[in-house]
């Protein structure tokens, strides 16, 4: 299984991106997917998670309102879209698959395939 994240850069504060997460190797249709981020001198942050099968979300209360997660069937990926970002935003964003068909976990010892990461950089 492979993970392919992409679609970070430089953004000014209020701005939006949009981070894809393209998987091979297997279909996600069992899983849980999840989008993670790690500020230098920080802990992995757990961002939203979907559930491949039915759509149900999770979202931390630090994007809530702001990020929204999705996914596609017909190309196997996930996306976090993200608006209104400010500098605290900034780090490196990873996507994440949970090989199981049940709950949105926050805990990133739940998720077994990651992605190599996209630098998100929010300017003020």
């Known amino acids: 299984v492979q993970l392919q994240a992409s679609g970070g850069g430089l953004v000014q504060a209020g701005g939006s991106l949009r981070l894809s997460c393209a998987g091979s190797?297997?279909?996600?249709?069992?899983?849980?997917m999840g989008w993670f981020r790690q500020a230098p001198g920080k802990e992995r942050e757990f961002l939203a998670a979907i559930r491949w099968s039915g759509g149900i979300t999770r979202y931390a209360d630090s994007v809530k309102g702001r990020f929204t997660i999705s996914r596609d069937s017909a190309d196997n990926t996930v996306y976090l879209q993200m608006n209104s970002l400010k500098p605290e935003d900034t780090a490196v964003y990873y996507c994440a698959a949970a090989p199981r068909g049940w709950g949105t976990p926050r805990d990133s010892e739940e998720y077994d395939y990651w992605g190599q990461g996209t630098q998100v950089t929010v300017s003020s």
């Open positions: 190797g297997r279909t996600f249709s069992s899983s849980v």
